[in-house]
């Protein structure tokens, strides 16, 4: 994710707003019995990360083993691959086979119907999409919509039409982009009201350049949370730290449900801020997640 990275790191405030008024009035429509389960869900935007092979992945695998161990490392995926073509059902199926129960799949919209068209005239492509990852099943997590930097509120008529109009079996998170969306407050509390009536959560995105993107205002009981790291500095470590207890509170409160997505530029940093995460909010919320971890390799045996 290059969107809001920057070299120079020095000038930037890591720290985590305060959640957005509205955010509590959220969590606790929200709010569930202590008997229920709270679910959160960490990955990565692909899985053939070849540089994972012999450590994460067993050396020698095939490429078409990549999904089967990658989902046995991580519990979630920011399908990336669906940004670029459609899928046809029969691939779909793979991948839902090829993951465990309990995973779960967040296939990024087409670029033909979210960069390409930007949403005008796009419901037959939208629809042949949403056919397409309902193949997932229980493996499904949520749509994702990324708007490029391009779509400003000029266009939030198009953007309510379209969002008024998508298929309601398909969960759906929204990514805004322009900075124009967070430039005026009545503005802004405007989009979040309407996304949140419809039901759409908003995505959160973690990134050096645009705090404004960082907006902490949940429009559904459902976070999606883009992480986007700098190889493992301090401030990766501060703010999974701020992270963890961000996400616990929300849970607390009444999150149902939580997606984070880690971006690092080295894939190899992927595994080892996720263990470091993941043990820190496990231990502030009792949860359970397994952290991906090194597989042990098969020592080849020699004969002197």
């Known amino acids: ?34 008997s229920q389960t709270r679910n959160v869900y960490v990955g990565c935007p692909i899985w053939t990360n070849k540089a994972w092979l012999g450590s994460y992945f067993p050396a020698g695998i ?13 519990n979630s995926i920011e ?21 465990p129960v309990g995973f779960r799949f967040c296939p990024k919209m087409p670029q033909s119907i979210s960069h390409e068209r930007e949403l005008y005239n796009a419901d037959d492509l939208t629809l042949t999409f949403c056919r397409a990852i309902s193949e997932l099943g229980d493996r ?7 708007l490029p930097p391009t779509f400003g509120p000029e266009n939030l008529p198009r953007l ?27 503005l802004r509390d405007a989009v979040y009201a309407l996304l949140e009536a419809l039901g759409k959560t908003l995505v959160i995105t ?9 907006h902490q205002r949940l429009t559904t009981s459902i976070a999606f949370v883009r992480f986007n790291g700098h190889g493992l500095v301090p401030s990766d470590y501060n703010r999974a730290d701020a992270w963890a207890e961000r996400l616990a509170a929300w849970l607390a ?25 993941l043990d820190r909010l496990n231990k502030l919320t009792g949860l359970a997640i397994a952290p991906p971890k090194i597989i042990v390799q098969p020592v080849q045996g020699s004969l002197f």
Do not use: C
């Open 79 to 99: 399908l990336n691959t669906t940004h670029y073509r459609i899928p046809d059902a029969t691939t779909v199926r793979k991948w839902r086979d090829a993951a």
């Open 62 to 74: 095939k490429e078409n083993e990549y999904l089967h161990y990658y989902a046995r490392q991580f």
């Open 206 to 214: 973690d990134v050096a350049g645009r705090r404004d993107v960082l």
């Open 160 to 186: 309510e039409r379209y969002l008024l109009d998508f298929p309601d079996y398909v969960p759906l998170a929204v990514e805004l982009r322009h900075p124009a969306w967070f430039a005026d407050a009545g």
């Open 140 to 146: 499904m997590g949520m749509a994702f919509l990324q």
């Open 253 to 277: 409160a009444g999150l149902q449900t939580a997606y984070l997505f880690i971006h690092q530029k080295d894939i190899m940093h992927s595994p080892i801020w996720t263990q470091y995460f």
């Open 1 to 34: 994710m290059d969107f809001g990275r920057l070299s120079d790191l020095r000038y930037v405030d890591f720290r985590l707003p305060p959640d957005h008024p509205d955010t509590a009035a959220v969590l606790a429509r929200g709010a569930i019995s202590a």
